[in-house]
Every structure is written in C-alpha cells, then in structure tokens.
C-alpha cells in the first residue's frame, strides 16, 4: 500500500477538525456542569478521557485512511464517507448537547443514533478492510461504554 497524501490530509483534516471542535466544547462545559454532575462509581478520572480519546482519534484517522484507500466499488466508498462524517458529525453534536446545552436526554438521543452509526460504519469496514474494522472497533467500544455512562448519568441527575 502507497500512501496518497491527498487521503491523509482528508482523513486528517476531518478527524481533527472533529477532535478540536470535541475538546472546546467539552471543555467549555467540564467544570461548570460536568463536576457537579452525579455519576456512576465507573466513571474513569478525567484524565482517562484525554488518553482514551487522543488514541480514538489516532485510531480513527488510521482506520479510515486505510479503509478509504482500499479497493472498493464507488457505492462502498460513498457509504463509507457518508457514515464517516455522519457519525463525526453526531460526535460534535453529542459533545454540544451535553457538555455545552446541558441537555441529557438529547445527548442520550444523539449517542444511541451515534452507536448506530459507528455500527453501520463497522458493518461496512467489515466487508471492506478488516484492519480498519479492527482499528476502529476501539471506538464502538468505548462509545458503548459512554452511552451507558450518559445513560446512568440521566437517571442519578
């Protein structure tokens, strides 16, 4: 496999725009609401969060620049870019509704359409890269993970 240096910045550029527009918003509602939230004792620390998600977005961008330049049929490559930013977009959306709205019950909404999507997603790296299926599995998982968290924190708040 050749790197194509127009996939990387694509791919770079998608999930870091993603992964910086995430932290503002995160951080802009963390010690204003987040602190004071209750939460279920397997909440990890914060600083979990930050490692958990700079290894997400590695994994993202890997898993989808190698999907992206894998040999696929127009209609795979449409779905998988299609999927990719929905749920990229869903992540900034699940980001705004909770750490910055305060809304839990659409930030539950927003992450259960989320884990539907990744998925989805996952469904179609099955099929057409299983390293990139592997790569972003992590992040399916740690979502489920969060949506139970989002979920436990409705119920206590």
Request: contains cysteine.
């Amino acid at each position: 496999m050749t790197l194509k240096l127009k996939e990387i910045l694509y791919c770079f550029v998608l999930v870091f725009i993603t992964a910086q527009i995430s932290q503002y918003l995160v951080h802009t509602g963390l010690f204003s609401f987040y602190d004071f939230l209750d939460k279920p004792s397997l909440t990890p620390q914060p600083s979990y969060f930050t490692y958990a998600w700079n290894l997400i977005y590695v994994l993202l961008f890997l898993g989808f620049y190698i999907a992206l330049v894998s040999e696929q049929s127009p209609s795979q490559y449409s779905d998988l870019n299609a999927l990719f930013i929905m749920q990229l977009f869903l992540q900034i959306l699940w980001c705004f509704s909770f750490f910055y709205l305060y809304q839990l019950w659409a930030s539950v909404a927003v992450i259960i359409l989320l884990d539907m999507v990744v998925a989805l997603l996952l469904h179609s790296l099955f099929y057409i890269n299983r390293w990139s299926f592997f790569l972003i599995l992590p992040y399916f998982m740690w979502l489920l993970f969060a949506t139970f968290l989002n979920i436990y924190i409705l119920f206590l708040n």
